[in-house]
């Protein structure tokens, strides 16, 4: 079945380290995002691509980078982890359709503790 | 002012009764929604989606929608315990690049 797969489903990391999530599609979307999402305040967009040369900031990309190797992949960086960015973090794609439609389909998430 | 708004909950219904969430957006221009469901610990799944006013069904939901008033609801017929979860109410924003705006989720509780 055409998936959205993340790695790892669980980290466990301190101040100051380096993290890469990673996020790998076989849905064939050419638009992918990444979100992150605390209790209470729903999801919320931290970086998205449209295509390969596309990449643009969300509404919470300060202390993030990404990276799209390929259409099918799409990495994000914590370059130096804080608490504050403990988290659940989900990888979603879309393809555009007619008038704008932008069905987003989800991974299976990372929970991501920093101590 | 948020840009989508959804009461928190917890919605509390009895198993067999229909449940009624609401949401509502600031986007006048705003042309797409989508209703997510997720379960706890899980990642939100798409269940609806509707693109114009009225009423859309599939199975046992109903979205509707109201342009003019910025509102969007979905209906759950019949509620099962398995329906609890939290529904995550989605705008497409109008303008320049289509970006998805969440609501925090309203969290429903269907009891036997």
């Known amino acids: 079945d055409a998936d959205v797969t993340q790695t790892p489903r669980n980290r466990i990391t301190k101040t100051g380290k380096r993290i890469m999530l990673e996020c790998s599609q076989t849905?064939?979307?050419?638009?992918m995002y990444w979100y992150r999402q605390d209790p209470g305040l729903g999801l919320r967009l931290i970086y998205y691509s449209f295509d390969v040369k596309d990449i643009n900031k969300g509404e919470i990309s300060d202390g993030y980078s990404v990276s799209r190797q390929a259409q099918a992949k799409f990495s994000l960086s914590l370059e130096s982890a804080i608490p504050n960015q403990t988290a659940l973090y989900f990888c979603?794609?879309?393809?555009?359709?007619?008038?704008?439609?932008?069905?987003?389909?989800f991974g299976p998430g990372t929970r991501l503790t920093v101590l | 002012q948020k840009e989508v708004e959804q009461n928190s909950g917890p919605l509390s219904v009895p198993e067999g009764a229909i449940a009624s969430l609401n949401c509502t957006y600031s986007d006048r221009g705003s042309q797409s929604f989508f209703w997510y469901r997720q379960y706890s610990g899980k990642s939100p799944e798409l269940i609806m989606s509707i693109y114009s006013n009225g009423d859309k069904e599939d199975g046992r939901f109903t979205a509707q929608l109201n342009k003019a008033s910025q509102y969007v609801s979905l209906l759950i017929r019949d509620s099962q315990p398995s329906d609890s979860a939290t529904y995550l109410c989605a705008v497409l924003i109008s303008g320049g690049y289509n970006k998805l705006i969440f609501g925090a989720g309203t969290r429903l509780a269907v009891h036997p």
């Open positions: 849905k064939g979307h050419d638009r």
């Open positions: 979603a794609t879309s393809v555009l359709r007619d008038k704008g439609y932008n069905e987003q389909f």
